[in-house]
């Protein structure tokens, strides 16, 4: 199993560009998040889903879109990027059932730049 | 509501010497709790967790925490630093039920140097 894997590892963007980052996971989970990194802030959740087709704002969902079209699939997208959106950007999936739903599995993480 | 401070951003201990990093919580509910670590450029690897049951919890690489509900911490110690555990650490606290089931709620970390 590969778990939790992100695409891509790393991404220059210059202001004003799009991009999507891509989460796939392999355990059949039905939560996943997306969470940014930025230093002396911890992991700050961005987005999740509760499953196929449900997306819910997290603590800084701004600038962000979400799509989960598939259950193994979580896509982070940036319509229009800006210099505050220069992170560390990490998905993460768990069970839906507690105490489960606790234990996410967390995905190598994407760095993005935007210039 | 859930939230989560780490009293200390950086520590710094020598290698051989033991190791303790503070976490405090506030939860509206009987939470779960974990660490997780994080070397440099990598991504978060659990540590440890505590879901209710033994307070004294054990992890990975000798580390273990101790959950005591009337103070609200859960700090992390190890007997004996290793130069491989310099890295940054991360407490969490789950969310409860209803809308926050399955969120975490990260503290802002801590940042352990390890002298030789």
């Known amino acids: 199993n590969a778990g939790v894997t992100q695409t891509p590892k790393f991404r220059v963007l210059k202001t004003g560009q799009s991009m999507t980052l891509l989460c796939a996971q392999d355990?059949?989970?039905?939560?996943m998040y997306w969470y940014r990194q930025d230093p002396g802030m911890g992991l700050r959740l961005i987005h999740y889903s509760v499953g196929e087709g449900t997306t819910a704002k997290g603590e800084v969902p701004d600038g962000y879109n979400v799509s989960r079209l598939k259950k193994q699939n979580f896509l982070l997208g940036l319509e229009s990027a800006a210099p505050s959106q220069t992170s560390v950007y990490f998905c993460?999936?768990?069970?839906?059932?507690?105490?489960?739903?606790?234990?996410?599995?967390f995905g190598p993480g994407t760095r993005l730049t935007v210039l | 509501a859930q939230s989560v401070t780490q009293l200390d951003s950086h520590v710094s201990v020598s290698e051989g010497t033991p190791v303790l990093l503070r976490c405090n919580y506030s939860s509206s509910y009987s939470p779960s709790l974990f660490w997780y670590v994080q070397h440099p450029n990598k991504g978060l690897q659990l540590l440890l967790k505590?879901?209710?049951?033994?307070?004294l919890v054990k992890g990975i690489n000798g580390f273990e925490a101790e959950f005591k509900k009337s103070e609200t911490s859960f700090h992390l110690t190890k007997p004996s630093a290793h130069m491989s555990d310099a890295a940054e650490y991360f407490c969490?606290?789950?969310?409860?039920?209803?809308?926050?089931?399955?969120?975490?709620?990260f503290g802002r970390g801590t940042q352990l140097t390890v002298w030789p």
């Open positions: 355990m059949n989970h039905e939560y």
């Open positions: 505590y879901t209710s049951a033994a307070t």
């Open positions: 993460a999936s768990s069970y839906s059932r507690e105490p489960l739903v606790n234990e996410q599995f």
């Open positions: 969490v606290v789950s969310g409860g039920r209803g809308s926050t089931l399955g969120r975490l709620y």
